[in-house]
């Protein structure tokens, strides 16, 4: 077993992808759907022993193999019958990988771009409740009758992805839209244990949370305060918190600070950035009051989490 080790953070859409998994960029669908059944190959280098930050939705199903993945620093063992689902935003990077199986290795990989869910025909945040489980829960495994009905899906996709048929790409369009369908209900079943764990959410305060959670993703890089989400929302910011403090268990500036948590971690993990330049890139006034928030945060400091001070991942 070896540990990857990396300094550097890829971004990558749908045509990155594309050249990752050695599939052409001369499909018409090359900027908004794709999907591959894959081996290892040497290509695949980049995805599989650097951190990469996916700009699309990803579901990657593990036929045989296994490996160890960190997904936005939370590491997951993938294993046959695995499925992994990540939304936009997503940093991964595969930590552990056993080289003398990794010839088993084999993946099927659906991407779609957020273009392409946009115009899909149902409500796919509600259906994942992405911004809260497919953060806390990005894995599941499918059982036998499971298993069975995706491999069907899968066949006709790969079958429709490579016909010549003009209406194929129509087709493909429409069952991306029921292969997720069927992923997300398989995958939110089986979270649904730990969601009944959660506190309860009426339909208004889970409508507000996720749409601010994805506000939070987008902006939390330079705001980070309430106000500024709940103006961009058009609610009050007393009335913001007391919804995403019912619906999700934390608080409004809670799931903000986790975010630039994260992003600051990531920064520090996988790069080789000067602090300051962290501290510019975050919008924190300067260092000392970056050095102070990561600490109250995390316990350590910018610099002992970089030399590997933390033991939690």
């Not at 650097?50 to 939370?74: M, Q, S, V």
């Not at 994805?214 to 910011?237: G, I, M, Q, W």
Request: net charge neutral; charged share 25%.
């Amino acid at each position: 077993m070896i540990t990857v080790m990396t300094t550097s953070l890829h971004e990558l859409d749908l045509r990155g992808l594309r050249k990752i998994f050695s599939a052409g960029d001369s499909d018409p669908l090359s900027e908004s759907f794709f999907m591959a059944e894959q081996r290892y190959e040497e290509s695949m280098d980049i995805f599989m022993k650097e951190p990469c930050r996916f700009n699309c939705y990803l579901a990657l199903f593990c036929i045989d193999g296994d490996f160890t993945i960190e997904i936005n620093l939370k590491p997951i063992h993938v294993r046959k019958n695995s499925l992994i689902i990540c939304i936009p935003g997503s940093i991964c990077r595969v930590s552990e990988v056993d080289m003398e199986r990794l010839g088993r290795l084999r993946v099927v990989v659906i991407a779609v771009s957020k273009e392409l869910m946009s115009t899909i025909r149902f409500d796919f945040n509600s259906l994942f409740n992405e911004s809260v489980a497919a953060i806390d829960t990005p894995c599941i495994t499918l059982d036998g009758e499971n298993h069975e009905i995706c491999k069907q899906y899968f066949d006709l996709a790969a079958s429709l992805y490579h016909s010549e048929n003009p209406g194929a790409r129509d087709a493909l369009r429409y069952l991306a839209s029921s292969i997720f369908y069927l992923l997300g209900s398989i995958w939110t079943s089986q979270i649904k244990e730990a969601q009944e764990r959660s506190p309860r959410r009426t339909p208004r305060s889970h409508t507000v949370l996720d749409s601010f959670l994805k506000l939070v993703a987008e902006y939390h890089n330079s705001e980070r305060k309430v106000a500024f989400y709940a103006d961009k929302l058009c609610l009050t910011p007393k009335y913001l918190s007391k919804l995403v403090k019912s619906a999700s268990g934390r608080s409004a500036p809670e799931w903000i600070d986790s975010f630039v948590i994260l992003e600051a971690k990531n920064m520090l993990k996988y790069s080789d950035m000067p602090i300051k330049e962290i501290v510019y890139l975050l919008h924190f006034p300067n260092q000392s009051v970056f050095y102070k928030f990561f600490k109250m945060h995390t316990g350590l400091t910018p610099s002992e989490y970089r030399t590997g001070g933390d033991k939690s991942f």
